[in-house]
């Protein structure tokens, strides 16, 4: 059973910055596609980022040039560091994986075989 937990979420003023991190587990995932989604409640799931096996990252384009996601294989760890918040971004944030080609924010949102509880993001402005 997969287990992602997320954390690092909280409340921030428009212009600032934060970062989550994704625990992933049991297992090694480093060959999944690994990403973020958000989701207001009423609202639709939006894909943010993801990242492929081999470290190449693709972005939603309302978060392009503000948010970068990484990983750590070594750690099973997956990050999104956040940088000049909007009110916009305010949403509960999750991490998903999946075996999906292309890797993209998109294609894991549609799928959304493996995800976690999600962390709350409040950008206030």
């Known amino acids: 059973q997969v287990e992602l937990v997320e954390s690092g979420g909280g409340s921030v003023q428009a212009g600032g910055s934060l970062t989550l991190s994704c625990k992933i587990g049991p297992y090694d995932y480093s060959d999944y596609c690994q990403g973020w989604f958000r989701q207001v409640p009423g609202n639709e799931r939006e894909g943010v980022a993801a990242?492929?096996?081999?470290?190449?990252?693709s972005y939603a384009d309302s978060v392009k040039g503000r948010f970068t996601i990484s990983k750590d294989n070594a750690k099973n760890t997956l990050y999104l560091q956040m940088n000049n918040l909007k009110a916009e971004d305010t949403a509960k944030y999750y991490c998903?994986?999946?075996?999906?080609?292309?890797?993209?924010?998109?294609?894991?949102?549609?799928?959304?075989?493996?995800w976690g509880q999600g962390t709350q993001v409040t950008v206030s402005s």
């Open positions: 998903v994986i999946d075996r999906v080609l292309p890797c993209d924010p998109i294609a894991l949102t549609l799928t959304l075989n493996y």
């Open positions: 990242i492929d096996a081999g470290g190449s990252a």
